[in-house]
């Protein structure tokens, strides 16, 4: 008895699992838009731009167009220019470094 038990149960689990996965289910996938890619170039250039954009901003010492150009770079990617995120990840990375180096100057009166 307690194994017709375990069997009828069982039975009702495979049988509920193979209602989750029907012909009525929808994928999404198809309407969705593909995202534009970028370059391996590109998203090499914009991670380093990051990076160095963060660890200027940790240090104090972000200028505003650094930040700009990291924006830029970012949209660009979004739209898959990867030319305009080469050219303004680079001047965020340096921008970004120049920042860093500007801590060092010596301080006026």
Wanted: hydrophobic letters at 45%.
């Amino acid at each position: 008895m307690h194994k017709i038990l375990i069997a009828l149960a069982a039975a009702g689990i495979v049988s509920l699992a193979g209602c989750q996965g029907g012909a009525a289910v929808k994928s999404e996938a198809p309407t969705q838009a593909a995202k534009p890619s970028i370059s391996p170039e590109a998203s090499k250039t914009l991670s380093q731009a990051e990076a160095d954009v963060k660890s200027a901003q940790a240090q104090k010492a972000l200028w505003l167009t650094a930040d700009a150009a990291l924006k830029d770079a970012k949209k660009a990617a979004e739209k898959g220019d990867s030319e305009a995120v080469i050219k303004n990840s680079k001047t965020a990375s340096e921008q970004s470094k120049l920042g860093i180096a500007q801590l060092q100057y010596p301080v006026t009166k």
